[in-house]
């Protein structure tokens, strides 16, 4: 590629994602994304393309994050699991990376982090890769019955018990936006971890637009079980969000809820469901198991100008726990004040 360019792209232009690169870039490379990270919490993002002979062969973009807790750094994908860094070879994949490089150097953020659906090669030096992460990826057939055929008995017998029991699933847009935050916070707090405002969802929606969904869960009394944020890019449908309140956990609320969303799923022609990601060998990589989708690891190259340690800036980090203890324990009304403060700085 003796032609490779690398565009760094002003604030009026837009960036160009090539069909070939749209799964890998995910929704979380929009301009519409960035615009969601700039208009809520402030931060700059900086955009790039890799263009060959006019063509477009990879992008990059990164969001400067700045928080008094969780410190200076860059980051694809803000609050996603990945996206933001696609290419469609090794040279541009390498300008890129060298892109990511010299704008650390310039902002003398402490590290930057490239999310990205692994391609089994080792990070070149000085990046290093961090590989605790994974997403679960459900292949979508038109008839969903044929996905309630591959699961085990045991979950096609709670899945199947769920339904029976009355919960009602609704999907819509900012007609449930009040209702979606509400159980989202609620269940976020009993997990012991901050939310977003509901400034965010709402401003996502817009955003958005029929690219985003909400769903909320109520059982036979009509009152609020769960919910779920929905995101549309290309043939994949992501699971942005999707929480259950502990207390109708036993009752399979969250197999009722999910079973709904796939056969929404399929309804609209979607290819591939994304669970989202999970830590390797979590609580949440057991339930997405259930589903039986494919485990795809997920690269996280660090690039950290000073050396030092990878940050750990995740539930099962030891200096976390007593916060995630006492969070749990927290007022809703501090909860809901404090959580899109401290949020912000974990992308």
């Known amino acids: 590629m003796k032609n490779l360019e690398i565009r760094k792209l002003t604030s009026d232009k837009t960036l160009h994602i090539p069909q070939a690169l749209v799964n890998a870039a995910t929704f979380n490379s929009l301009d519409s994304w960035s615009q969601l990270v700039q208009q809520i919490y402030g931060y700059n993002v900086y955009r790039f393309e890799a263009i060959d002979e006019k063509e477009t062969v990879g992008i990059l973009a990164l969001a400067h994050v700045h928080h008094p807790i969780f410190g200076n750094y860059l980051a694809t994908s803000p609050f996603g699991s990945f996206g933001g860094f696609a290419f469609s070879s090794v040279e541009a994949r390498d300008a890129l990376l060298k892109e990511a490089q010299n704008l650390a150097t310039e902002l003398k953020v402490e590290y930057a982090v490239l999310r990205f659906m692994d391609d089994d090669n080792a990070p070149p030096s000085p990046w290093i890769h961090n590989p605790i992460y994974s997403t679960y990826l459900i292949d979508l057939p038109s008839n969903p019955e044929d996905l309630m055929k591959e699961f085990g008995h045991q979950h096609r017998k709670h899945t199947r018990q769920s339904l029976r029991k009355g919960f009602k699933v609704q999907f819509g847009h900012f007609e449930l936006l009040d209702e979606t935050y509400e159980t989202l916070s609620k269940s976020m707090h009993e997990l012991g971890s901050p939310y977003h405002s509901k400034n965010y969802l709402k401003t996502m929606a817009n955003l958005l637009g029929e690219n985003l969904e909400f769903a909320v869960i109520k059982d036979v009394k009509d009152t609020l079980v769960g919910s779920a944020v929905l995101a549309y890019h290309g043939t994949i449908a992501t699971n942005l969000h999707a929480n259950i309140l502990h207390k109708y956990r036993s009752d399979y609320a969250g197999e009722c ?91």
């Not at 690039?303 to 007593?322: A, D, H, T, V």
């Open 257 to 347: 809820l999910y079973w709904n969303i796939l056969e929404h799923y399929c309804q609209k022609g979607m290819k591939v469901c994304d669970m989202g990601r999970s830590l390797n060998g979590s609580g949440n990589e057991t339930f997405k198991f259930k589903w039986k989708p494919r485990k795809v690891p997920l690269a996280y190259w660090y690039y950290l100008p000073k050396g030092g340690k990878i940050p750990e800036l995740n539930q099962k980090s030891p200096k976390f726990q007593f916060a995630i203890w006492m969070w749990k324990r927290l007022p809703a009304f501090a909860v809901r004040a404090l959580g899109p403060h401290l949020i912000r700085g974990i992308v």
